[in-house]
């Protein structure tokens, strides 16, 4: 059983700083991408920002410049760093891993339960 954890969301004022981790756990072989979503309320789910297994990054225009990605393959660790955050920016966030739990079974999405993230004054 593969379950991924977020941890790092909260209450922080315009400007400010946060740092989100997701952390995979159970039985993994191989994690190929990476990557952060947000849901805010009343709105479809977005991507913000993925890694592939080779450390190349994608992110959303509405976050460029400002999050950065990263990943520690031996902890099975995804970050998200947020700089100059927005008012824009509160959503719950998301992990999700593209991963396949032993070497004989099929690349699967697997996905966190989410963390709030709220910017306000």
Known sequence: QVQLV????GLVQPGGSLRL??????NIFSINSMGWYRQASGKERELVATITSGGN???ADSVKGRFTISRDNAKNTMYLQMNSLKPEDTAVYYCSFTLKPYYNTRLGDYWGQGTQVTVSK
């Open 21 to 26: 981790s997701c952390a995979a756990s159970g």
């Open 6 to 9: 977020e941890s790092g969301g």
């Open 57 to 59: 990054t994608n992110y």
